[in-house]
């Protein structure tokens, strides 16, 4: 049974007797201790985690585990020509367990490759929404302009 489905019994509890003395503060305190288990699952999830500058996160796995990993990501610079080109990295560089970070360094080189590998799908999604933002706004504007000149298609 979920916890939603409790708090709904326990509503139903409440309205059939009343909410009168005992039953009342019982509720009370189910609502209290619930909202505070929801608060640390939530903190030992990584909820409200914010990464390092210049780093963002993924959620992987280890295992069966969901784990949050903090990922290191340099863009690409230099053109070879004036200045040395350094391609982009993205490195894995902490693993939130049970609500404490511990240094990637400590995980075998598949697991790191893993995260790496996740860090680039997470890279890729995101230039391609931001391109779909971009194409988004493009074909608006031009609906907009077009509207404004009162040209049809």
Same mark, same amino acid.
């Given at each position: 049974m979920? /916890?939603?489905?409790t708090?709904d019994r326990? %509503?139903?509890?409440?309205s059939?007797?009343g *909410?009168e003395?005992?039953?009342? *503060?019982t !509720?009370?305190?189910?609502?209290r +201790?619930?909202d505070? &288990?929801?608060?640390?699952l &939530?903190?030992?999830?990584g909820g409200g985690q914010?990464?390092?500058?210049?780093?963002f996160?993924?959620t992987?796995? !280890?295992d %069966?585990?969901e784990v949050l990993?903090e !990922?290191?990501? $340099?863009?690409?610079?230099g053109d070879g @020509?004036?200045?040395?080109?350094y391609d982009a990295?993205?490195t894995p /560089?902490?693993?939130? !367990?049970n609500?404490? @970070?511990? %240094?990637?360094?400590h995980f075998s $080189?598949?697991?790191? &490759?893993r995260?790496? %590998?996740?860090?680039w799908?997470?890279l890729?999604? +995101?230039?391609e929404?931001?391109?779909?933002?971009? &194409?988004? *706004?493009?074909?608006e504007a031009?609906?907009m302009r077009?509207?404004e000149l009162g040209?049809?298609?």
């Amino acid at each position: 049974m979920g /916890i939603f489905q409790t708090e709904d019994r326990a %509503d139903r509890a409440a309205s059939h007797y009343g *909410a009168e003395g005992d039953l009342a *503060a019982t !509720i009370t305190t189910l609502r209290r +201790e619930r909202d505070e &288990a929801l608060a640390e699952l &939530a903190l030992l999830r990584g909820g409200g985690q914010t990464p390092q500058r210049g780093c963002f996160h993924v959620t992987s796995f !280890i295992d %069966d585990a969901e784990v949050l990993v903090e !990922i290191e990501h $340099e863009a690409e610079t230099g053109d070879g @020509w004036n200045e040395p080109h350094y391609d982009a990295t993205c490195t894995p /560089i902490q693993v939130l !367990i049970n609500g404490s @970070w511990v %240094d990637a360094c400590h995980f075998s $080189e598949e697991l790191a &490759a893993r995260w790496t %590998d996740a860090a680039w799908e997470h890279l890729k999604g +995101e230039r391609e929404y931001a391109s779909e933002c971009r &194409a988004e *706004a493009l074909a608006e504007a031009a609906a907009m302009r077009r509207e404004e000149l009162g040209v049809r298609l």
